[in-house]
C-alpha cells in the first residue's frame, strides 16, 4: 500500500469520478471544479489525483483499489450510488473512508457518507415552511416509484410530526399518459376550507403534464400551494406557468452564483448542478488536512457535529453516513425567475433535524 503522503509532505486525497462513459461531460467539469477548489482554498497540503469510476461498480471499485495503492488517505466520491455501495466491503476492511457524491440515504453508512443533496430532508424542509405560514393540510401526487413512494412516506411522517394531517395521497403510473383518474381522486380527497399544500415530487419536462391532470381535475397553484424538492432546481422551471408560486427547497442559490460566474470565466462554459459537490469536498479534505500532521480524515473528524460551510451552504455528516443541509426554500415566479422566501439557516442546532 502506498504512503499516505507524497515525498513533498503533502497528504493524498482521490477523486473518483465518470471520466468516460455517459457521465464524462458531468465527471470532468466536477474534476476542474475540485481544481478551483484546491487553488481557491490554498489548500497546499493536499495531493489531488484523478480516478476515472467510469459507469459502473465494478470500475469504481478498481480505482478505490488502485487509489489506496497510491497511498489516498480519503476517497471523494464516486457519483453514483451503486458505485459507492460497491466500495463498503473495501471501507469496512480497513480502507480509506470514503464521501461519495450520490444522494441516495440508502446507500449511507459509517464510512461511506453521501454529500449529494438527498430528498427526504428537502421533503421536510418545504413542510416546514407551509406550516410556518399557516397550512395544516398536505397531499401528494407522486409516481408509482421507489422515489414518489419515499417522497410520500417523508411527507406523512413529517407532517405528523409538526402536527398536520396528510388528507390525500395518490399514486400514478410513472410512464401513463392519462392521469385524469388519480388527478379526479385527488380533488375530491383534498376539498375542504382551509388551504392545503400539494406534493409534486416530478422533474420537469414530466411535471407538465402531471400538472395539466390536476388544473383539469380543479387543481391549480391558484387553489392550492404546490410544493416540491431539489428536482425543481433547474433552469427555466418558471416557464411552467401553473409552478408560480410554487415553494421546493434547495441550497440558496445566492451563495452559488459567484461560483457560477467564477467557473464560466475559467472554463468557458457554465458549470453543472453537481460540480459544487466537487468544490466542496475538495475544500473541506483541506480543511481535514490541517487538522494535525498527515491530516485527520476519521469518521470522528468527518462527522463534526458543528458542520462545515460551501458554497452549497452548511452541511454536516451523521454517523451512519447520512449528511444534513442547510437548504433555503425558493418560490418560482416564472420564467428564470426565482425568488428565497426562507433563507437557509447559517449553521445548525446541537441536535439533527430530522
Known amino acids: 500500500m502506498g504512503s499516505p503522503t507524497t515525498a513533498s509532505g503533502k497528504t493524498r486525497i482521490a477523486l473518483l469520478l465518470p471520466l468516460s462513459g455517459r457521465a464524462a461531460p458531468i465527471g470532468q467539469q466536477m474534476q476542474q471544479a475540485a481544481e478551483m477548489a484546491l487553488f481557491d482554498t490554498g489548500a497546499k497540503e493536499l495531493a489531488l489525483a484523478a480516478y476515472d469510476s467510469g459507469d459502473s461498480a465494478d470500475a469504481a471499485v478498481q480505482s478505490y483499489r488502485k487509489a489506496r495503492t497510491d497511498g489516498a488517505a480519503l476517497v471523494l466520491g464516486p457519483l453514483y450510488g451503486t458505485s459507492a455501495t460497491a466500495l463498503v466491503p473495501l471501507v469496512n476492511q480497513g480502507g480509506a473512508n470514503v464521501i461519495s457524491f450520490s444522494n441516495d440515504e440508502q446507500v449511507a453508512q459509517r464510512g461511506v457518507w453521501i454529500m449529494g443533496i438527498a430528498a427526504p430532508p428537502q421533503v421536510r424542509r418545504v413542510v416546514d415552511k ?3 405560514s399557516g397550512i395544516r393540510r398536505f397531499a401528494a401526487f407522486a409516481p408509482q416509484t421507489s422515489y414518489g413512494e419515499q417522497m410520500v412516506r417523508t411527507l406523512e411522517s413529517h407532517v405528523a410530526v409538526r402536527g398536520g394531517s396528510v388528507v390525500g395521497v395518490e399514486f400514478f403510473d410513472a410512464n401513463a399518459t392519462d392521469l385524469a383518474t388519480p388527478a379526479r381522486r385527488l380533488a375530491d380527497e383534498v376539498k375542504g376550507d382551509s388551504k392545503v399544500a ?3 415530487p416530478v422533474a420537469p419536462p414530466r411535471v407538465s403534464a402531471v400538472l395539466a391532470a390536476l388544473a383539469t381535475a380543479g387543481i391549480d397553484g391558484k387553489a392550492v400551494q404546490f410544493i416540491g424538492t431539489g428536482v425543481w432546481d433547474t433552469p427555466g422551471v418558471g416557464s411552467e406557468t401553473m409552478l408560480r408560486g410554487a415553494w421546493y427547497a434547495a441550497p440558496d442559490p445566492a451563495r452559488r452564483a459567484d461560483f457560477e460566474r467564477r467557473f464560466l ?5 457554465p458549470p453543472h448542478r453537481l460540480a459544487t459537490l466537487a468544490y466542496d469536498a475538495v475544500a473541506l479534505a483541506g480543511h481535514l488536512a490541517r487538522q494535525k500532521a498527515g491530516g485527520d480524515f476519521s469518521a470522528e473528524a468527518i462527522t463534526n ?4 460551510s460551501g458554497i452549497d451552504g452548511a452541511f454536516r455528516f451523521f454517523p451512519d453516513g447520512r449528511s444534513e443541509r442547510a437548504l433555503a426554500v425558493i418560490e418560482i415566479q416564472g420564467g428564470d425567475r426565482t425568488v428565497v422566501v426562507s433563507p437557509a439557516p ?5 441536535r439533527p433535524t430530522f
Request: hydrophobic share 40%; glycine share 16%.
Open 198 to 200: 400539494v406534493l409534486v
Open 305 to 308: 457535529p458543528n458542520g462545515w
Open 130 to 132: 407551509a406550516v410556518e
Open 265 to 269: 470565466s475559467t472554463y468557458g462554459k
Open 346 to 350: 447559517t449553521g445548525f442546532a446541537e
